[in-house]
């Protein structure tokens, strides 16, 4: 049975995995950053950012996007950083 | 003043040619003075597709070079008065023009011509560079396959870089049979992808073969794909017009499959 419901499924939606793969590919393609310089710049910001707040780095994402300005006069791409800051930590060591 | 067009697409086999032909063509059934220019150096083929193949005497290279005037290197096509064709040069390599002679030579073109359309050669390299440094604004052509639509990202993402306002998307060889099924990507998704304007959607069409055969372009003719690029004509004028309706049950079979695709 599995096999009729998946050559159905491949068939009816080969079309959604070409829309789904191109989106994963051509995001990285538009990414300003090769993967090298993108871990690179994640160590260098966990360590300034460190020397202030106890950062939680597993929780740590780092990412280049497009995202509208605010005043909708164009798109940009912007670095998006999300930092979760540990629980309890003191911040503002210094 | 005319205005300098560069058709371009990243991958090749797409139509880009075909593109050049069948607009250059419309645009000059349109009453504007057209000339094409075959910017591949080394792989010329838009003459053939124009059927002017026998009629090349001097060609891209010998202009820049300045070994004719650019008056005597353009062929007049005979079928209409106001289309000409600056061919390619089949013997030299890419470097032998330079992005400031595509410049120049536009340049120049603008003051005698309504439209200059520039065939330019798959590939980012120095032929693209070359094609896209006169031109004002730009059609890209893909078909909808993830090679294609990748491709004509980059190339969108190097026109901006490039300067190059005003980008329109040609989505060609559409299959409405197989978007039905859900196993093509349709117009629309090759738009959502690419966030650009469309400008024109052209079935595949076996006409297009036969076109290319005798070196006629079809443009202006009674088949789907001779009414789409007249239709991008108009577009590119500056017309709105409705898109064709290239498969009138579509409406029907689309609500049909959406039910069992979830």
């Known amino acids: 049975m599995s096999f009729i419901t998946n050559f159905f499924r491949s068939s009816e939606n080969s079309k959604e995995i070409a829309k789904n793969r191109l989106k994963v590919a051509i995001t990285s393609d538009r990414a300003v950053c090769s993967p090298e310089v993108m ?44 930092i979760p800051i540990k629980e309890g930590s003191r911040n503002f060591r210094k | ?44 083929n838009l003459d053939v597709v124009m059927g002017l193949e026998n009629r090349i005497v001097y060609n891209l290279v010998d202009v820049v070079e ?41 340049n120049e073109l603008r003051e005698e011509f309504d439209y200059i359309l520039l065939d330019c050669p798959a590939g980012i390299e120095q032929g ?3 094609a896209i440094a006169g031109a004002d604004r730009a059609l890209v052509v893909t078909t909808p396959e993830v090679s294609a639509v990748r491709d004509a990202d980059r190339i969108i993402g190097l ?32 738009v959502e992808i690419l966030a650009i ?14 076109s290319t055969n005798n070196g006629e372009p079809l443009v202006g003719s009674e088949s789907k794909a001779g009414r789409a690029y007249m239709n991008v004509c108009k577009r590119v004028l500056g017309e709105d017009v409705p898109y064709l309706d290239l498969e009138e049950t579509q409406g029907f079979f689309k609500k049909f499959a959406s039910i069992f695709k979830k």
Do not use: W
Not at chain 2, 68 to 94: E, V
Not at chain 2, 160 to 175: C, M
């Open chain 2, 197 to 210: 304007d469309l400008i024109g959607v052209v079935p595949d069409d076996e006409q297009i073969v036969i």
């Open chain 2, 159 to 190: 026109l901006e870089a490039n300067e190059i306002r005003q980008t329109h998307l040609i989505v060609n060889r559409l299959r409405t049979d197989m978007v039905r099924e859900g196993n093509m990507m349709s117009s629309d998704d090759v």
């Open chain 2, 66 to 106: 300045n070994n004719c005037r650019i008056k005597q290197a353009l062929i007049k096509d005979k079928r209409y008065p106001n289309l000409y064709l600056l061919p390619s040069a089949q013997t030299k390599d890419k470097t032998s023009v330079s992005p400031e002679q595509m410049k120049k030579l536009a």
């Open chain 1, 39 to 82: 871990e690179q710049m994640k160590n260098d910001i966990i360590r300034v950012i460190s020397n202030y707040v106890d950062i939680d780095t597993d929780g740590l994402d780092i990412k280049v996007t497009k995202t509208e300005l605010d005043d909708s006069s164009g798109v940009v791409n912007a670095l998006l950083a999300n």
């Open chain 2, 1 to 44: 003043m005319g205005q300098v067009i560069v058709i371009t697409s990243g991958k090749g086999g797409v139509g880009k040619t075909t593109t050049t032909a069948n607009v250059g063509t419309g645009l000059a059934m349109l009453g504007k003075k057209v000339v094409l220019i075959d910017t591949d150096i080394g792989l010329r």
């Open chain 2, 128 to 130: 693209f560079k070359n």
